[in-house]
């Protein structure tokens, strides 16, 4: 009987990681597909081109390319940039209202300067 319950268990186990890897309708989006916040995409960058678009999951921003930096409604015209690198951008209040606050992608170790 205990060997029946701890197979049972084990094969319960098996099943809910099998889907854990897969993807979401929700949460856990691959690239391309249409989001609401960054939170939704696996890459964490919900990405639109213009305000009238669709936002859809991205890659953030790699090393020397055009970043925005993390802001707090989860949409972006230019993707935060990747682990471990700083978006050198305009932080002001102006910048984040009016959509200007892009940068570029730093990494801080780099003696660039």
């Known amino acids: 009987m205990a060997s029946a319950l701890l197979l049972l268990l084990l094969l319960s186990l098996a099943s809910a990681q099998s889907f854990s890897h897969q993807r979401g309708l929700i949460f856990n989006l691959d690239n391309g597909e249409l989001c609401l916040q960054s939170a939704q995409c696996k890459s964490r960058c919900c990405h639109r ?13 790699a090393e020397n390319q055009e970043c925005s930096p993390k802001s707090i409604y989860g949409v972006y015209y230019k993707c935060p940039c990747e ?10 209040i102006v910048g984040s209202i009016t ?10 170790g780099s003696s660039s300067k």
């Open 49 to 61: 081109t213009d305000g009238l678009s669709l936002a859809r999951c991205a890659n953030r921003a």
């Open 99 to 108: 959509n200007t606050n892009y940068g570029i992608c730093q990494d801080p």
């Open 83 to 92: 682990n471990g690198l700083t978006c050198e951008a305009d932080k002001s």
